[in-house]
T-cell receptor, first 113, second 111 residues
């Protein structure tokens, strides 16, 4: 079955720096890759997603890139701010309908001012 | 937040007792999911549903069963709770587009 590896598990940056989180997946049939942000005690919230027919997607300070050949995708956050501090999860769909997800174990991002 | 509620929000129970968690949605979405979240493990899929009475197993389905008799409700049952099932349980929903929206979560403590 699908397996998603996420690195690093923790990441500390200074305000204004960029942060990059990387995920690899095992099932070449996966075609949908969302990223979620979870603040302490809250529910996961979708921040950006990408489908396998697209190589890159941007939304303001957040971007995601996908390399289908290498089976990895990355989250890029530019100009980080203290409010970006949270746990970030990547995920990959486990069937062609993209209806169920397998998640990475998460990255705790700390942005210090 | 999408129209998703979970009940109860907190529960303490004893080993060996049955427990049922409820997920209710007002979005009329087809797909519903149950995850558990534990430190160091992230979110793990327990079961999911792709329609009324249509369900499938996820990564960690042992010890759990589900039922969906109506579009709006997805029930997760622990037939005989164990301490290893102490966790935070999240329900999620999705429509015809894959985007999943999560409920507020249920904290379950099994003593």
């Amino acid at each position: 079955g699908e397996n998603v590896e996420q690195h690093p598990s923790t990441l500390s940056v200074q305000e204004g720096d960029s942060a990059v989180i990387k995920c690899t997946y095992s099932d070449s049939a996966s075609n949908y890759f969302p990223w979620y942000k979870q603040e302490l005690g809250k529910r996961p919230q979708l921040i950006i997603d990408i489908r396998s027919n697209v190589g890159e997607k941007k939304d303001q300070r957040i971007a995601v890139t996908l390399n289908k050949t290498a089976k990895h995708f990355s989250l890029h956050i530019t100009e980080t701010q203290p409010e970006d501090s949270a746990v970030y999860f990547c995920a990959a769909s486990i069937n062609q309908a993209g209806t169920a997800l397998i998640f990475g174990k998460g990255t705790t991002l700390s942005v210090s001012s | 937040d999408a129209g998703i509620t979970q009940s109860p929000r907190h529960k303490v129970t004893e080993t060996g007792t049955p427990v049922t968690l409820r997920c209710h949605q007002t979005e009329n979405h087809r797909y519903m999911y149950w995850y558990r979240q534990d430190p160091g493990h992230g979110l793990r899929l327990i079961h999911y549903s792709y329609g009324v009475k249509d369900t499938d197993k996820g990564e960690v389905s042992d010890g759990y069963s589900v039922s969906r008799s109506k579009t709006e409700d997805f029930l997760l049952t622990l037939e005989s709770a164990t301490s290893s099932q102490t966790s935070v349980y999240f329900c999620a929903i999705a429509g015809e587009v894959e985007t999943q929206y999560f409920g507020p979560g249920t904290r379950l403590l099994v003593l």
